[in-house]
């Protein structure tokens, strides 16, 4: 019953993250999803979506390898001239997977309820 009510759990996460001269983005993905893992039971279809934004230090000393490729890590450059702009775009992105993973919802409803109606023992 309670995947009928997706507001009564987090449909999305965001983690905010910066990246210095000795900072790895493999080391920020793996402690991201570890943060989620401990908030989400396994198993669970939540979060429908995640993403961790990983912001470069200003100074530019960063070595960051952009050809790696992190599912979920989006890295937002330190010379990035409008970063509202592209948060709000990274933001919209967000959300759009979110809408788009409701059929996995919908999917883990109809396979139980299937189940039950086939069960049901009809008056004959």
Known sequence: MSLIRPSHF???????ATCSQTD?????????NAAVK???????????????????EADGTTNLNLGDHLPGLVIIPSMMGNKKENIETLLADLCSNILAEFSTVVRSIAVPLACLRSEVVQPG
Do not use: M, Q, R, W
């Open 10 to 16: 987090p449909l999305g996460v965001i983690g905010i």
């Open 24 to 32: 790895s983005l493999s080391s920020i993905t793996a402690e991201f």
């Open 38 to 56: 401990d908030v989400f039971p396994p198993n669970s279809i939540y979060p429908l979506a995640k993403n961790c934004f990983v912001f470069e």
